[in-house]
Structures are given as structure tokens and as C-alpha cells.
């Protein structure tokens, strides 16, 4: 394979290399797919409360279909469906898209605030699970023009200590987009794209870190954990080496103490998810946490883990299950494959074959494969989606449509409740 310095021209090599990759390509995705729906089940539960709910019982995505634990959350979901860190991954695929192989932040940042009210509109989907760090920069109404100065501006504001992880999770496209790019491009590339919404250094460091071990894997230069390492070290090198970038004038905000070393190592070089605490409510939307799992998970599976009991294990720790899985699932299904995704989970995910669909487009525009791919002209990657946007009676009452499904299903746990309590039973409550 070609150095960590030099582009690669995918066309020029053997046609089972290219076919290998493309199934990475299809891991890296419907695996990061696979983790964000599955996640949902134990999404803010306690790891005891995780065990509680589902009884240590697996997960399927096939019928029979697992069940939800009904809550409040919950109930704003449908079973087998994704959330808004998969929404968000795809808003960055669409815009390269119909930008025919061009990457652009304020384009993106156009369809990051539209997605806010209209959902991901290619699919009908409702813009459920808003993060708060995306809530208030998209809400700015500067942030469609220079979303740079808007995320600094509310980083600024937080004292500089916002490293939520919304911009990791939807970084995992960017492995693939700059598979043909230098390291150093492809660290560029992907703190540029975190600082769109999430100015801190650290979510810079997470971001480059998680596209750096994708585009390494999917080119074979990812081959065992010291190579793992490798990459860890040079995109913090990377972000530390960059302290201009968060500049502030006040001098009780020193730029050396953006960085802490100590918390970095803690998270990323954890011994085991148990490690991470992934269920403290105190951060539990840090983004090393996020980091640290997929991290985690990785070495796992270069020592012969399985995707499934992988994934599952993570989920069932609690915290914020869908995130923390979504990433992992894209870093863990770049190093298994497609193939190796379980059949269980991975034949019942909605709109499966619209992804692979995705895949294949993405595996074109990049120049993995051969095949002719001019995203301008498909109506799925244009920014409504070829459905047209919502006016502001259609969104009113597709939001009452979900107020009202979300209180029949408050009404029908209470019935259950009072059921159960007739009969002697105790009533399981989270």
C-alpha cells in the first residue's frame, strides 16, 4: 500500500483491493447506522437500569422486533429507526454529494440549521434528539453565513469548556471522503468540520482522531493497535500544535491549558468501557467518553472481537448509548466489513437499501470504484431532499401529529401500569 504521506489512486489498484475497500466503506456506514439505532434502547439509562429494562436479553432489529423500554424519551421513536447523530452524518454525505466531490462548511451548515425544523427530508425524517450545543449555534442567526465566528462565539461564552460530542458523531463520513487524501489534509479537513458547530479543541482532537482511523484502516495502514496509537498521537500533536486557532484575548485563559494531556490519556487510553463511567450523569455527553468507547471497542475487535457482542456490551452500559454506539459502530465497521455486521440487526434497519444506495454514490464520487456519479443532478442529495420544505402550517401540525402519538403512549403505559398493580405485580418504572 501507498505511505501515510502520499494520495492513492484507488482506480489504479487491483479490483479485490477496491472491492474490499467498498465493503469497509459499507461497514464503516451501516455499522455506524447499526450503533445509533440499537443505542437508542438504553439512550440516558443507567448501566443497572440498562440490565433492568431488558433483562440482559439481546437485541433484534428482525421480527420479532425487540421492543423499546417505554419512557418518555422513548416514546418520540420507532423501533429499528436511527437518531440524529446517523441524520447529521448524512447531512455531510449529501452536501459532498450534490457538490459533486466538494466539501463545503457553510453549505453544510445551511443544512445542519434547515434540519433543525424540517428533519432530513430525503427520508421524511423528523428532527428528533436536537443536541443543545447544536440548538444554540444553528439558532444564531449569523450561523449560515460565518458559522465559524457563531461557534466560537458560544464557545466563548461557556467559559471555553464545551466539548459536548455532536460533532463527533457524524465526523465518521469524513474517513472515507478524504480516504485519498495526505494525513495531514485529512486532520484539516476534520477539525474544520467540528469547528462548524463545536469550537472546542478537544471535539477537534476527537474528530481527527476517529477520520483519521477510518481513512487509515480503509487504506491498510491500520493493521494492529500500535498502529492505533499512531494515529491518537499525531492528530493531538495535530490540534496542539494549532493554539492560534482558539486565541482569546483575556490572559486568564491561557491556550497551554485547552489541552489537558492527563484527561486525554485517561479517556482515550482506558482499559475497558467500565473505565469510562459512561453512565455519569455529571458529563455524560463528554466527548472523550464518546472518543474513549470507540477507542475502546477498536482494540477489541483487532484482537477478535465481534461487532454484535462488541456493540451490545457498549449499549448496555448505559449513558448516551445511541452516540457512544454510532461511533464505535462506524470504526469497529470499517475494521469488520459490511459482512460481518450481524444479520439480525442489519437486515431489519430502516432504509437499509437507500444507505447502501449512499454507498455506492459516495464509493463513486471519491474514486473508489469506477461508475459515473453527478450528485448535482439526484434529487435525494438536493437540500430538500427532492420533497420540497415544510411552510410553517405543515410543520405545526406534523408536530402535533408527534405530541399526540407521544401522549397515547403515556396513556397506554399508565393503563398498564394500573394492570399490573391490580394483579399484585410491581410496576417497573425508570
Not at 466489513?337 to 463513486?364: N, Q, S
Not at 461508475?371 to 431532499?385: H, I, L, N, W
Request: charged share 25%; hydrophobic share 40%; proline share 4%.
Amino acid at each position: 500500500m501507498a505511505s501515510e504521506s502520499a494520495n492513492l489512486d484507488y482506480l489504479s489498484l487491483h479490483p479485490f483491493v477496491r472491492s474490499t475497500v467498498v465493503e469497509k466503506v459499507r461497514g464503516t456506514l451501516i455499522g455506524s447506522a447499526l450503533g445509533d439505532a440499537v443505542g437508542l434502547y438504553t439512550e440516558f439509562l443507567s448501566k443497572q437500569q440498562a440490565t433492568e429494562a431488558y433483562d440482559g436479553q439481546s437485541i433484534s432489529l428482525i421480527p420479532p422486533v425487540t421492543p423499546f423500554f417505554g419512557d418518555g424519551h422513548r416514546d418520540k421513536f420507532v423501533e429499528c429507526f436511527w437518531t440524529d447523530d446517523t441524520d447529521h452524518s448524512l447531512l455531510m454525505i449529501l452536501t459532498y454529494l450534490h457538490h459533486d466531490g466538494q466539501l463545503k462548511p457553510i453549505e453544510f451548515a445551511k443544512r445542519l440549521q434547515s434540519w433543525c425544523s424540517q428533519g432530513l427530508r430525503v427520508l421524511d425524517r423528523l428532527p428528533l434528539g436536537l443536541g443543545r450545543t447544536v440548538k444554540t449555534v444553528t439558532g444564531d442567526p449569523l450561523f449560515t453565513t460565518d458559522p465559524f465566528a457563531v461557534a466560537k462565539a458560544k464557545w466563548l461564552e461557556s467559559g471555553r469548556n464545551n466539548a459536548a460530542n455532536g460533532s463527533l458523531m457524524r465526523t465518521h463520513p469524513l474517513g472515507i471522503i478524504c480516504v485519498g487524501k495526505t494525513r495531514e489534509e485529512t486532520f484539516e479537513i476534520a477539525m474544520e468540520m467540528s469547528l462548524v458547530s463545536h469550537f472546542d479543541p478537544r471535539c477537534a482532537v476527537a474528530c481527527c482522531i476517529v477520520t483519521g482511523l477510518i481513512r487509515g484502516i480503509l487504506r491498510g495502514e491500520v493493521l494492529c493497535e500500535t498502529d492505533v496509537d499512531a494515529v491518537i498521537e499525531a492528530a493531538y500533536s495535530f490540534v496542539e500544535a494549532r493554539p492560534k486557532t482558539w486565541d482569546h484575548p483575556d490572559p486568564e485563559f491561557p491556550d497551554a491549558q485547552l489541552l489537558d494531556r492527563e484527561d486525554f490519556h485517561r479517556h482515550i487510553y482506558a482499559a475497558d468501557l467500565a473505565a469510562l463511567e459512561l453512565d455519569d450523569r455529571r458529563k455524560i455527553g463528554y466527548v472523550y467518553k464518546a472518543l474513549g468507547t470507540a477507542v475502546v471497542t477498536l482494540r477489541r475487535g483487532i484482537r477478535g472481537g465481534n461487532f454484535k457482542e462488541l456493540i451490545f456490551e457498549l449499549v448496555m452500559e448505559g449513558g448516551d448509548a445511541d452516540t457512544n454506539a454510532c461511533i464505535a459502530g462506524a470504526v469497529l465497521g470499517s475494521w469488520t466489513g459490511f459482512t460481518d455486521l450481524p444479520r439480525e440487526w442489519r437486515d431489519g434497519l430502516e432504509h437499509k437499501e437507500w444507505m447502501m444506495g449512499i454507498v455506492e454514490k459516495l464509493c463513486w464520487t471519491v474514486g473508489i470504484v469506477e461508475g459515473e456519479c453527478k450528485g448535482s443532478d439526484d434529487p435525494d442529495t438536493a437540500f430538500d431532499g427532492g420533497r420540497g420544505l415544510f411552510n410553517e402550517d405543515q410543520m405545526r401540525l406534523r408536530e402535533k401529529t408527534l405530541v399526540d402519538h407521544v401522549y397515547s403512549k403515556m396513556l397506554q403505559r399508565d393503563m398498564d401500569r394500573k394492570a399490573m398493580e391490580k394483579k399484585g405485580k410491581k410496576w417497573f418504572n425508570l
